[in-house]
């Protein structure tokens, strides 16, 4: 089975955020409850298919075993006749977790030649890594050749099925909450987003090439000079009696340079100085936003309101957090993707106030652009 266990490590080595890890737990269990052995594949980190023991899977399979009830053994390989023998060895219940398949170059290069040799390590493929399913590598696309059965995990399939509604089927009204500090990685996002969303409310450094569309001032805030047409298309359509509007920032924390000791000041939209960098959203953006979310039935969140990392400029991010997870307490379908934005929640302790965290920030971006996925065409019932 094709796991996502790409999760951050502490200075020493350890594992900061086991997030990921537990989240295939419900069918790892599941394998064992019907008498099977299952051996895990993941990747961690960049390693440019070169062996770094500093990404080495070890430590995630000492965490695994803290996690689960069921022996966990990890052999320093994936593929190889020491790999062969730790695999045949296995008896049910009992889990292997291999090394790092980036340490080869032909996991991202999808070599069929490492695939196949993949393959060997079981009878039956599942991939539970949704956070992957966006590469066409070998542990998630080049080795289902070589299965009959191809499956999906409960993850994998939770992911589908909550993302896949936001598209097919949300409940009205639905909000989209876009942050982040680029526009191109989002752009896509935001065009497929527009035909299916009532409301979109934009911060983030993002937001400045939307205010340099329509004419206002930014200052030296962050802008993408090749999407100011584009954005400006985007708020034209939006303007034409639709139903559907984009909300923008309508006041802006701004300092003159990007320090935690900076010096800051609030001001309206459009009135930033020369030389000054909007990083956050105002309080009035808040209550601005937060009364477009009172009354949404499904919010999508993903990307930070400001330039998060800083704690003084991430008080927008955490507001709106708030505000979210409010809003699922009161029976709102709430759906958060993204490193930042997930940071925020776990800063507030609010991730279990949330209906759905997706475990995917690249693959629930180009789902939701409207993408197909190649880890999961290849799945035997990819539907």
């Keep these: ?55 080495s899977l070890k430590v995630v399979a000492h965490r695994l075993g803290e996690l689960t009830d069921y022996p966990v053994k990890f052999v320093e390989d994936c593929i190889g006749s020491v790999v062969d023998e730790k695999v045949s060895a296995l008896k049910p219940g009992e889990i292997l977790l291999l090394e790092n398949v980036r340490f080869y170059p032909g996991e991202t290069e999808n070599d069929s030649d490492f695939s196949k040799q993949l393959s060997k390590h079981g009878d039956l493929y599942a991939n539970d890594a949704f956070g992957s399913a966006h590469r066409a590598h070998a542990s998630t696309e080049g080795v289902t050749r070589y299965f009959e059965e191809k499956v999906a995990g409960f993850l994998m399939e939770r992911e589908l099925e909550v ?14 909450v876009m942050g982040g500090a680029k526009i191109s990685g989002k752009i896509n996002l935001i065009k ?36 100011i047409p584009l954005c400006r298309e985007l708020m034209e359509k939006t303007g034409r009696g639709n139903g559907k509007r984009i909300f923008l920032p309508v006041d802006n924390l701004i300092v003159r340079k990007i320090d935690i000791t900076a010096e800051s000041k609030t001001v309206s939209t459009g009135d930033i100085m ?27 969140w993903n990307g930070p309101m400001g330039v998060f990392e800083i704690p003084n400029f991430a008080q927008g991010t955490k507001r709106i957090a708030k505000i979210i997870a409010e809003m699922t307490g009161k029976g709102t379908k709430t759906v958060v993707g993204g490193g930042d934005s997930i940071a925020a929640l ?17 693959a629930s971006l180009e789902l939701l652009e409207g993408k197909k996925l190649p880890g999961v065409e290849a799945l035997t019932d990819k539907e």
Excluded: C
């Design 192 to 227: 497929n987003l527009l035909d299916r969303v009532d409301r979109i409310l934009i911060g983030g450094g993002m937001a400045y090439t939307f205010f340099k569309a329509v004419g206002l001032e930014v200052g030296k805030s962050l802008v993408d000079e090749e999407f």
């Design 346 to 362: 776990n800063t507030l302790h609010l991730k279990d106030k949330i209906t759905h965290v997706s475990t995917g920030g690249g």
């Design 163 to 176: 993302l896949g509604g936001l598209l097919s089927n949300p409940e009205r009204p639905f909000v989209a």
């Design 1 to 55: 089975m094709r796991v996502d266990f790409n999760v951050p490590l502490l200075k020493d080595g350890d594992v900061a955020d086991d997030t990921r890890i537990k989240a295939t737990l419900p069918s790892i269990g599941y394998i064992m409850e019907q008498g099977s052995s299952v051996v895990l594949m993941s990747h961690l980190g960049r390693p440019k298919g070169m062996k770094d023991p500093a990404l």
């Design 274 to 300: 020369e030389n000054w960098i909007g990083v956050d959203i105002g309080k009035k953006t808040v209550e601005v936003f937060r009364e477009e979310l009172l009354s949404a039935r499904t919010v999508f």
